[in-house]
């Protein structure tokens, strides 16, 4: 690895890329967005990920300095909140006659939640690399995709309840979790117990809310992701609905809970029965969805690679643990 | 747990149904026709009545039942009742046609047959629509102005059935 100019950031001889762990997994959409995703799974000793910054236009003016930095940033409907922001000087002021290559590396760059882009409120990382010169900067980002993974929840009950309207309509509906991952399928069914309506048919539909602001200035936007007919016709007493769902054809996000106290995410079920009239009797159920790894690791064997992946943050083997926001207490060792 | 490679889709366990209940009426019947016009009086005094025949399984109707002779200001005023007393979005009724009204028209102004048709339909899907309704089905007024002889424009609206004599 060479590096110009002084201050430049010393490399580490022991870090390479892609021995068995997660990073720069290539390009992966996180929404609609390319970036390299960079999965706080596996924290690597040393943990770098050496990068070449883009080649400064060649012939311009006399350069002032440049720089790198990732930053961590929130946008919430015009207003910039940087949450973690790192530099390192490239190179001392200057000038630049042709293409160069400047190398870098930043370790153990905190990476607390996942990226999300919403209506309202956009979370990225990315890496900026800046020439500073007398008249006009040059600037170019490049977008990060982090990914927060988590483990199977040990604590995960069914959802079970009775609901209706007085002498109307009773259903007692079941689905087998609370807290789903992102390719799970939800199980369930619906029970008829009280039917004095005429059904024309029944849904489930996928809400998602996003929660921003604080205060009271707090904006709810509820977005129905997906629809899905469970039943066609009248039921009667007695009779039951299954519910087969299958999570990964959507686009769905974990829940995330109170980012940096500025943002939710929140997933609900909303089951819907319409009648002949079109009037509509729902019930809305939050459930937790989380992301599991899918990443294997070749060189442990297979226990020791369950055990690695249970945690919920960057810590890596051996350091103690702090249970992340789905877990139920417990925190493994 | 261990991880698994095939989520497990099995339907949950459910009771099997009754089979009286499986093949029974259902409990949700009811129908609303209305039927027969007529138009009774003489002169500037006429109006309209229209048959409103209900039958219902439903427990919360008296009377599996009724039958009984309404006017358009009768829907006029059960609508109103609805839109004062209940939370519910009461759908449209037909017209007023107060332009059939006015004096000096060619044909029978509101007494014409396909006029009278018109508004029976309308008639027929609006109380269709409320009677269904389970909000509207709490108020008196809607019993009322189903299943009794004569709306008593006195009544004391409320939910429920009310005193009725037994």
Redesign the interface.
């Known amino acids: 690895m060479r590096c110009f100019g002084g201050g430049a950031p010393a490399v580490s001889p022991g870090c390479c890329p892609g021995t068995g762990s997660a990073q720069s997994a290539g390009y992966l959409g996180a929404g609609r967005e390319e970036g390299v995703v960079n999965r706080r799974a596996a924290p690597r000793p040393g943990g770098a990920l050496p990068q070449r910054a883009p080649p400064p236009p060649v012939g311009q003016a006399p350069v002032a300095e440049a720089s790198a930095l990732p930053i961590e940033l929130y946008y919430d409907r015009g207003n910039h909140h940087e949450f973690v922001s790192l530099v390192k000087d490239l190179a001392r002021p200057g000038e630049v006659t042709q293409s160069q290559a400047f190398d870098f590396e930043f370790t153990h760059v905190e990476k607390p939640y996942e990226s999300y882009t919403g209506q309202n409120v956009k979370l990225r990382y990315f890496l900026r690399a800046t020439i500073s010169r007398r008249l006009n900067d040059v600037v170019k980002e490049m977008d990060i995709v982090v990914h927060t993974l988590s483990t199977y929840p040990e604590l995960n009950s069914s959802i079970k309840m009775e609901v209706g309207i007085e002498d109307c309509l009773h259903i007692e509906f079941e689905y087998n979790k609370s807290k789903y991952h992102l390719k799970d399928v939800i199980v369930g069914k619906i029970y008829f117990l009280l039917v004095r309506i005429k059904i024309k048919h029944m849904e489930i539909d996928i809400i998602k809310r996003e929660t921003t602001g604080t205060g009271p200035n707090v904006y709810h936007e509820n977005d129905t992701i997906a629809k899905y007919e469970i039943m066609d016709g009248a039921p009667v007493r007695g009779e039951s609905i299954p519910i087969r769902l299958f999570l990964a054809g959507y686009e769905l996000t974990p829940t995330m809970r109170d980012i940096n106290k500025k943002f939710s995410v929140r997933y609900y079920l909303n089951l819907v029965l319409i009648d002949d009239e079109e009037r509509r009797y729902f019930k809305q159920q939050e459930v937790v969805l989380w992301r599991k790894g899918d990443i294997v690791r070749k060189s442990m064997s297979h226990q020791a690679a369950i055990a690695s992946q249970r945690f919920e943050g960057t810590t890596p083997l051996g350091e103690a643990r702090t249970p992340g926001p789905l877990s139920d207490g417990g925190s493994r060792q | ?3 698994t490679a095939v ?6 366990n ?2 099997p ?2 089979l009286t ?2 093949y ?1 009426p ?3 019947f ?1 129908e609303i026709d209305i039927f027969n016009p007529q138009t009774v009086g003489v002169g500037r005094a006429r109006f309209t009545t229209y048959e409103v025949r209900m039958r219902t399984n ?3 109707f008296k009377l599996k039942e009724s039958c009984v002779r309404r006017r358009y200001s009768d829907f006029e005023w059960l609508k109103n009742e609805l839109e004062r007393d209940s939370k519910i979005v009461v759908p449209p009724l037909p017209g007023k046609a107060l332009k059939r009204q006015l004096p000096f028209r060619g044909d029978e102004g509101i007494f014409e047959e396909s006029f009278i048709e018109e508004r029976r339909q309308g008639l027929e899907q609006f109380i ?2 409320i009677a ?3 909000l509207a ?1 709490n108020e008196r007024c809607l019993h009322m102005f189903l299943q009794e002889e004569a709306i008593d424009r006195n009544y004391v609206p409320g939910k429920g059935l009310g005193e009725k004599d037994y």
């Open positions: 747990m261990s991880d989520a497990d889709t099995r339907r949950l459910s009771k149904q009754d209940d499986a029974g259902p409990s949700n009811l439903l427990p919360i269709n629509k269904g309704h389970p089905q």
